[in-house]
């Protein structure tokens, strides 16, 4: 691989071997995943230092991401193919497309390490376009939120009707030696069958009813404190308002009172503009406890939903189960599924996102299941 030293950049030749080694086993007709895993097995270190994966190679052919689409091998370097641009809400800086047209490309034919011909036998398969699953919404309702447990990273569906670690998939079983599948039906199941029973049991319900009348009443009661406390300082700025008058009639008027004194009006009536909002009203302890129950019950409906429905129910679930781990007893076979709090989060979603928190958590501090 090209790697860049200062303002020039040179061939690595013991990456440069690999990477040929790579587009000879495409063109052989070698399957993807047979490759990453060939290349994780041998320790072959990949671009961004966290294991090999198909997608690394695939990338995006009309960006020409990833390896397989990337130009440099056959002595072109393509520059300016995207702008970073902020997003306003978030301030983070996010990559935008520019337009092929804004491109710039030069020949640097000492760069090549692909021949042509080799670099066009690899051309007419899949990799052209790019990686066809990248960009979808997820399809399964739990897909991506539980955790493997043997490597701790995403279990995904790896079929039509199973889960999997996505790790071991992608990557082979030297970057997680956990082979276990589950089928979906029965973890989709399952893992709402336990939620269903646990959030709507009456113990529930009641913790749920008694904690949303103390919280509001603390909320409210905030409320009532703040107004008082911007009260008693609309009362000092008008006596600094005041002062400061006194002072430049006695003295004339200066920079520093002249500045003093648009600070405190500007403060005052920002201030004055607050207390005249009415106070942002709080929905009732059995409004909320309606919508707890309504989103509890609708939790099933979601798994006959379409691919939109899912994806619309993803964050909601996401946020009530937060993470979910699969393990298997290597002895007995048993397959088991561990959570933590999900009453606590659902009620958070069921105030509209008020700041209210479950206090009573020992019922829901690990619920544990098996499948």
Known sequence: ????????????????KHVRWIYEQVAAGVTLRSIVYTLNAQGVPSPRGNGWAASALVGNAKMGDGLLNNEIYIGRLVWNRRQWLKDP??????????????WLVRESPDLRIIDQALWDQTRPNELKRGNPTRGRPHGTLFGGLLRCDACGGPITAINGSRYGCSAHKD?????????????RTDVDQRLLAELREDLLSPEALAEVQTTVKRLLAELD???ERAQ???????VELDREIQRIVDAIVAVGASEALAARLRDAELERKTLQATLEQSPAPLASAGEIAARYRQLVMNLKETLSGDATTVSQARPVIAGL??????LRDADTGESWARMKNPAEQLLVAAAGGTSLMMVA???????????
């Open 171 to 183: 990557k082979g079983p030297t970057a997680c030696g956990s082979s276990a599948t589950w089928r």
């Open 89 to 102: 809400d978030t301030g983070k800086r996010l990559p935008v497309a520019r337009p092929r047209e804004e």
């Open 221 to 223: 009661g905030g409320q």
């Open 321 to 326: 189960l937060g993470s979910v781990t699969l």
């Open 1 to 16: 691989m090209p790697v860049e030293g200062g303002h020039r950049i040179v061939i690595d030749e013991e990456q440069a």
């Open 228 to 234: 008082a406390a911007a009260r008693r300082r609309g």
């Open 361 to 371: 958590r020992a019922r829901f501090e690990l619920a544990t299941f098996g499948l």
